[in-house]
């Protein structure tokens, strides 16, 4: 029996020791399960997040390429940032400036039609093939001679629209032209028109490498000491300004401003005298052509001007429309206009002096007269003015002697 009670005390002992090992394993295949499931549930998920990360990025490629074969601003090299021509984004700043000329550019100031304030616009210099590319072919603009073509970079910049509704302003031209000696600016509207409302023209370089000239080389050609000078008002300036110049020929002013047949010559019907004087600006000269507003010295007026015989008169030229008269002139002074001039084809050494009585101051004055043939002397007051009625003196009796022209 006591045998029998220790067996039967022993059995409770094994029966949980198996229990538990079997709960132990399996937990442990259950673990291994667990595990091998999650792994395989990380790996496709990473998968499948891969996948559609490529599949996104190839859609937004494909999007970029199919929307725009000009775009990729962030590609864009250093290269780019110079003024060479390129492929390139419609309305970027690099685009806008891409082909320009180098320090060329223009401004103007000009009156809308639609408005009553003046706006001032902007653009940089382009060869008229940069233009055209800049427009397109379906432009259909067309060369302007002897201009200068200009893009308008703020608009540009923008899209190519205008600015009205807010700071800055906006406005002008998308493309405009300024004549050889920027005195007129021009917009395109199936033709070259003339903005008569410009004013403020301001060219830099026009297209020349160099900004600046010798004077000497200014000065070639030039008709030695013989210059001349006037104060006129800018039309739509508040002040004057005195412009200034050296005489040239006429043949040697058109090779100088390079303007060829399209420079002519001062009309006899336009002019107060048959005879003219033509005068180069050399301070515009020396500074490669254009005008100076924005520093000291102040250089404006006309690059090349005319002077009639008497230095009353002054006419500058507008290139399509021909020579105009300076009607606010003033204060003209011509020093010499070739003071031989006034010697040539006299009688040498032959003069003579009076005096009378002058009606108009009721003073006696004296006059001094160098003699000249009556043909000669007609010639001279041809060249004076056309306001005159000369005839010859008959011919006095031998014992009085001959009359004596004089000038």
């Known amino acids: 029996m006591a045998h029998k009670q220790s067996y039967e005390i022993s059995m409770p002992d094994v029966a949980p020791s198996m229990a538990v090992s079997t709960k132990s394993l399996v937990d442990k295949e259950s673990k ?33 390429k199919n929307s725009s074969t ?9 290269e780019q940032k110079t003024n060479t021509d390129e492929e390139s984004t419609e309305g970027s700043i690099l685009d806008c400036r891409a082909g320009s000329i180098v320090d060329s550019q223009a401004t103007f100031t000009y009156q809308p039609y639609n408005s009553d304030k003046l706006y001032t616009t902007q653009g940089l210099e382009f060869s008229f093939e940069g233009i055209k590319k800049k427009l397109g072919d379906d432009s259909g603009i067309t060369e302007l001679p002897g201009a200068h073509y200009y893009y308008n970079i703020p608009r540009c910049e923008i899209g190519g629209k205008v600015q009205l509704d807010k700071e800055p302003i906006i406005r002008g031209p998308i493309v405009f032209a300024v004549d050889e000696q920027c005195t007129k600016a021009h917009y395109f509207s199936k033709g070259w028109k003339e903005y008569s409302s410009a004013r403020n023209i301001n060219c830099s370089a026009h297209g020349k490498e160099v900004t600046s000239v010798e004077e000497s080389e200014c000065l070639e050609g030039s008709i030695r000491n013989s210059n001349s000078s006037f104060v006129y008002l800018p039309h739509g300036a508040s002040k004057t300004y005195r412009a200034s110049g050296v005489e040239f020929s006429f043949e040697m002013i ?3 401003i390079k303007l060829g047949s399209r420079l002519t010559k001062l009309d006899k019907l336009i002019a107060s005298t048959s005879k003219v004087h033509y005068y180069y600006n ?14 000291e010295p102040i250089i404006r007026g006309p690059l090349i001007f005319a002077v009639d015989e008497q230095c009353s008169k002054t006419y500058y030229f507008n290139e399509g429309k021909g020579w105009r008269q300076y009607i606010s002139a003033r204060d003209i002074t011509c020093l010499s206009h070739g003071k031989t001039r006034c010697f040539k084809d006299s009688l040498e050494d032959s003069y003579s002096t009076f005096s009378y009585v002058s009606s108009s101051i009721s003073k006696r004055v004296n006059a001094t007269g160098i003699q000249y043939n009556f043909t000669k002397l007609v010639e001279k007051l041809e060249h004076l003015t056309t306001d005159f009625n000369l005839t010859k003196i008959p011919e006095l009796p031998s014992s009085q002697g001959k009359g004596t022209m004089y000038k």
């Open 70 to 78: 000009k775009t990729n601003l962030s590609s864009v090299s250093n």
């Open 32 to 64: 291994k399960k667990f595990s091998i499931e999650f792994w395989w549930k990380i790996t496709i998920t990473l998968a499948v997040i891969i996948i559609a990360g490529f599949m996104i990025y190839k859609a937004v490629e494909d999007n970029n």
């Open 282 to 295: 050399i301070p515009r000269c020396k500074i490669g052509g254009g005008i100076q507003l924005y520093k």
């Open 254 to 256: 058109a090779k100088k």
